[in-house]
């Protein structure tokens, strides 16, 4: 229990994930009154859209209209998802309301990068070296490296730690040769293969190579071990989460229809506050905003809490 | 890490706890293929029915035909559930089939105890006390003190381990009185409130005062917290576990409706197998049994793992 940190900052990801994958279109206003409701919470970190082509990512046709809509909360960050240059000009247009970094985004499974981005490990790198050039060139620095898959993969079965810790090699080693400085590396458990096990040997190893990186993770619920693996993560003092509210997205990958999102950013609360790791986050106004995105998708959403609502609920009733 | 069992102790609870709650009545005939399908995954603990008044469970009305239907596997031990003389008489017509045993059930919250059963925790350690001498009567051993609620209770809110510590006092305390000896302590998180911090707590203090009695842990899902805090009781070296295959079951307490039931059986092996903690399961026939289960209730069940497809699936696609 000793090494839980104090405080974990929780980078919210519902908007952005979770809309994507929805089979109808969202209204842009409900977008926008998510974002919005989420911002009324605690969270100091959303993700609001995502600048890709409209051809490809339907869902996100409406990015500038998302992005030019919510009114922006003092001490909130907003931040947004590119893959190209053109991504990324569209995303500077709303540089006054968005937190633009960069990253170097790869995979730690081969078989995925080119299932994914039809580019291998190399090939990939190839591309990082290109965006990370105009990214330096727009002004924006490039502050993390992002490794996919990093715990496992559908298409290619178990992933070291040592293939992790090559992966963050390689991203680190992209931007130093732009003279960029990275501080945060976040880990991807793109398609549910972590176990508590796996985040305790693949944080390890980064932590042990790299003790002065700032380690993030990104955990998928695909069966059922977020939470676990969240606490494990925890344990070893991680301070960064993503997550969406009600557990939104899901896992477009291979043999997995209907597999479930990331970890649901309620559970990752309450795990968090009930241990005495302070979010920021209030949890109750939370569920609401999870019961709002089940409205706006028409759906339930796998978060457990959205049904059983929190513990303070029942504390209050008891010392009413 | 180096505190994790070699192997554990999973007893299936789907088949009695999952089909009390659902709203229409379950075939028997369904019931029972259900016991064996189970019985065939390689889970030696299968919990079959319960013997209750039909008129308070109508779902139990056919608790002997399900006794009488199932087809005995050698190395499994089938039990059932029973709360008084009447329904211990009703079990014992099945000792052939059955493994029956006793237990001192409590619950470490006087509230709960009031509403689940009206009754206060001192008439309950009355009924405790004339139910043993019932078990003794027959010959039956009592063998074990269950407490529920033992990391929160809706109606009372927070429970420290102080009171664990007591509640199991006082369960071992009617044993003794009798000349029974205990050998397991079960604690269930009835209403899910526990968090991997208070499984610690509990489980430690229990383990402190009786360091011989083996923990065993019942744990719901109430909010997406139980595959954590099996972890935490892993950990601990906890290593026999009550659950239900596809989360079969639900919260029937106060403000939870539609709120998640127990642990999936599924999920808690994937956890234990992928860490190296033996199960005895077959991990892809019980994803199979889980299928089965939910088509048997008609609806999908919590389980996240019976639309993701077990690890070994993938690994034996890029091996094939």
Redesign the interface.
């Known amino acids: 229990?000793a090494d839980l940190p104090e405080r974990v900052e929780i980078a919210e990801e519902g908007p952005r994930e979770g809309f994507q994958i929805e089979p109808g279109p969202i209204p842009t206003a409900d977008k926008v009154a998510l974002i919005d409701a989420l911002s009324a919470t605690g969270l100091r970190h959303i993700q609001v859209c995502s600048f890709v082509n409209p051809k490809l990512v339907p869902g996100w046709a409406d990015a500038e209209a998302v992005a030019a809509g919510f009114s922006p909360r003092g001490g909130v960050r907003y931040a947004a998802l590119w893959f190209n240059e053109n991504g990324l000009k569209r995303a500077l247009a709303f540089r006054d309301r968005l937190s633009i970094t960069g990253s170097v985004s790869l995979s730690a499974s081969d078989a995925f990068s080119v299932k994914n981005l039809n580019r291998d490990h190399a090939a990939n790198l190839d591309a990082m070296r290109r965006m990370t050039a105009v990214h330096k060139a727009a002004g924006v620095p490039v502050t993390r490296v992002g490794v996919m898959a990093a715990f496992?993969c559908?298409?290619?079965?178990?992933i070291l730690p040592e293939q992790v810790v090559r992966t963050v090699a390689d991203g680190l080693a992209v931007a130093q040769e732009a003279g960029e400085t990275i501080a945060d590396v976040s880990l991807a458990d793109t398609m549910?293969?972590a176990?508590?096990?796996?985040i305790?040997r693949g944080v390890g190893a980064v932590r042990e190579r790299w003790p002065h990186l700032r380690i993030g993770l990104h955990l998928h619920?695909?069966?059922?071990?977020a939470?676990?693996n969240?606490?494990?993560g925890l344990r070893l003092g991680v301070d960064r989460f993503d997550s969406t509210v009600g557990g939104l997205g899901g896992?477009p990958f291979a043999?997995?229809?209907?597999?479930?999102g990331n970890i649901?950013t309620?559970?990752l609360v309450?795990?968090c506050e009930?241990?005495?790791v302070r979010t920021g986050v209030d949890l109750d106004a939370l569920i609401e905003v999870g019961r709002m995105a089940e409205r706006i998708v028409g759906h339930a959403l796998?978060?457990?809490?959205l049904?059983?609502?929190s513990?303070d609920?029942?504390?209050r009733k008891?010392a009413a």
């Open positions: 229990m496992g559908n298409y290619q079965g178990d549910g293969w176990t508590p096990t796996r305790e619920d695909t069966r059922g071990l939470v676990a969240a606490h494990a896992c043999g997995q229809k209907g597999a479930a649901c309620e559970e309450l795990l009930e241990m005495g796998p978060s457990e809490l049904r059983a609502g513990l609920a029942f504390r008891q």
